[in-house]
């Protein structure tokens, strides 16, 4: 293994809660207003009553157009409840923050103990722990994170942290005890756990001394001064959301599978789009014979989502071709990559956008291409690959963590996209976007895009 790593970095380069008064102002748009009434007391909320609490929220943000949006967030004063959802919805769509989010002072991470930042904001931890299942079902996802993380960091040329690994296990328990022992063994910042029921238990403490990058989404927000990254398909079906919002799609025809991610892709695929002031005209199964009849109903469709593999998509492209879909803006899941590979097979699939990795479809600064670390390191080829600059990126974050928290123009161009973290602890992801030409996966013209 070691090795491995040292090829890679050859390779590489250089490369408690805080209560407060709540501040208003009333706003005079009564959309605005009446999301600002959810968000007063949002806080005190939990469970199932939070969650839905922010999606009314989210969907009354939906209804405003861009102008309005960036002109409702300036006239927020701050502390105002409502100005971290709106900041999130405007980094969303790709608009700049009229300040920094309002954040407690949580958001230290320990940085009294940390040497002065770098120019560009570089500030990694001084000891960081990793938790990460080295055995277990999940161990072998768990390696392709450990070792993109590894490439990160033996590719940074200035100050790096003491850095040590505890194996969780693959379970809560594990992730717990894992996180009790870097704690008590000094460690000043914590990545991972990665499974979402550690990340739950690790986030339904009471406290967390040390502050946590988690690597999956928990069943509840990440506490106050910690934060949350993920590769999940929620965040696939959101990204294609915005991506058909974007290019004026009002009416959509769903076409998917039934595994698990699937549905939790076409579930955050509706959310988001209802949010945005568009609709799904119907979601039907992937072996649907005839599109037809969807397709003529009053209003009509005109953009298209696929939450399919590849082998699936080749065989729905000419049912849509003879539905009259071939023109319309077809989005899909990072799915669509599987089962492909053969470009006379799959020239059928040009022109569906899908969300990408910028490192595997275009290469990224400071990690050699895709394809020759996938030469020297089984961990980063094929479905891995997703892992590894996963891991690349959580490394990212822990160094840049202190300024993307504090500036409301930061961000990392990263290898899964680009990240930023909006008020409530999240990355948030704009991924790159592919799609086929002459049956081969490029990246789109504007898959860079901030």
């Not at 100050?159 to 000043?188: M, V």
């Not at 076409?266 to 072996?287: C, M, P, Q, S, Y």
């Not at 974050?397 to 990392?412: K, M, N, P, T």
């Not at 290898?415 to 790159?432: E, K, M, W, Y």
Request: aromatic letters at 6%; proline letters at 7%.
């Amino acid at each position: 293994m070691f090795c491995a790593l040292a090829a890679t970095a050859v390779l590489g380069g250089c490369a408690s809660v805080e209560t407060r008064p709540v501040a208003t102002v009333a706003a005079s748009n009564p959309i605005v207003a009446q999301a600002q009434h959810l968000a007063r007391n949002h806080a005190s909320l939990s469970g199932a009553e939070r969650s839905e609490n922010e999606r009314q929220i989210e969907r009354l943000l939906g209804q405003l157009d861009d102008a309005t949006l960036s002109r409702e967030a300036n006239a927020l004063i701050e502390g105002d409840p409502l100005y971290n959802f709106v900041g999130r919805a405007l980094m969303k769509r790709g608009l700049p923050l009229p300040r920094p989010f309002d954040r407690t002072s949580d958001w230290s991470f320990h940085s009294a103990q940390r040497p002065p930042a770098e120019a560009d904001g570089y500030r990694p931890p001084v000891k960081l722990a990793v938790l990460l299942p080295s055995t277990g079902p999940a161990a072998a996802a768990a390696a392709a994170v450990r070792d993109g993380l590894l490439a990160a960091y033996y590719g940074e040329s200035r100050r790096r942290p003491e850095i040590h690994f505890y194996d969780t296990a693959g379970t809560p328990a594990g992730a717990l005890s894992a996180y009790d022992k870097a704690a008590a063994e000094g460690n000043d910042f914590v990545i991972g756990p990665l499974g979402r029921d550690e990340v739950s238990a690790l986030f339904g403490k009471n406290a967390l001394p040390v502050p946590v990058l988690a690597l999956n989404r928990g069943n509840t927000p990440p506490p106050s001064g910690n934060v949350s990254f993920s590769l999940t398909p929620e965040d696939e079906g959101t990204a294609a959301a915005d991506y058909l919002v974007e290019r004026k799609a009002k009416r959509v025809l769903v076409i998917a599978g039934d595994d698990d991610s699937q549905r939790r892709a076409v579930a955050a695929f509706k959310e988001r789009l209802g949010g945005r002031g568009a609709a799904v005209t119907d979601a039907i199964g992937e072996g649907t014979a005839d599109l037809t009849p969807f397709v003529t109903k009053e209003g009509g469709v005109d953009a298209v989502f696929l939450a399919v593999k590849g082998s699936v998509g080749r065989t729905l492209v000419p049912k849509l071709a003879l539905s009259g879909l071939a023109d319309k803006p077809r989005a899909a899941t990072s799915q669509l990559l599987l089962g492909t590979g053969k470009p006379e097979q799959d020239r059928v699939l040009d022109g569906i956008a899908f969300p990408s990795e910028s490192w595997i479809s275009g290469g990224i600064r400071g990690l050699p291409p895709a394809v020759g670390t996938a030469q020297q390191l089984p961990t980063a080829r094929g479905p891995a690959a997703r892992l590894f600059a996963f891991g690349y990126d959580a490394w990212q974050l822990s160094a840049y963590l202190e300024r993307l928290a504090g500036r409301s123009d930061a961000y990392v161009a990263g290898a899964t996209g680009v990240l930023r973290i909006d008020g409530f602890g999240n990355v948030l992801r704009t991924p790159a976007w592919s799609t086929f030409s002459s049956g081969v996966a490029v990246p789109l013209a504007d898959a860079s895009r901030r």
